[in-house]
């Protein structure tokens, strides 16, 4: 691949992103983000999904087949042989996994009140 400004400009920009990852605040800041972020989710998607009234099934297929690809994506990656940028990207995906069904088990205790 040639050495253009915009790969050159996307290599500096993951590098600085790399540096700034690897503080445990920062990350733990993102990884905290990523559960909130899910949790909105949950939220936003509970509420068309009441308002619409339609395809309710179809979107719970699709939430179901999201986690449990996310789960198999998290859980199947060998850490050994992967980079440990790839698992910041791997944890804040499970972060979001985990806000996504909470933010859905707090709704359910919502409407079932």
Known sequence: MQ??????LVDRA????T????NPWRRLSLLLI??????????TV?????QRASLDVVEALFLVILAEGISWLVYTTDRRR?????????????GLKIGLIYGLFVEAFKLGS
């Open 3 to 8: 050495n253009t400004r915009l790969s050159t």
């Open 46 to 50: 509970s509420t068309v999904a009441g």
């Open 34 to 43: 990523s559960i909130l972020g899910g949790n909105f989710l949950a939220t």
């Open 82 to 94: 992967t980079a440990p940028q790839r698992w910041l990207l791997l944890e804040s995906l499970n």
């Open 19 to 22: 540096r700034f990852a690897r």
């Open 14 to 17: 993951f590098a600085q992103f």
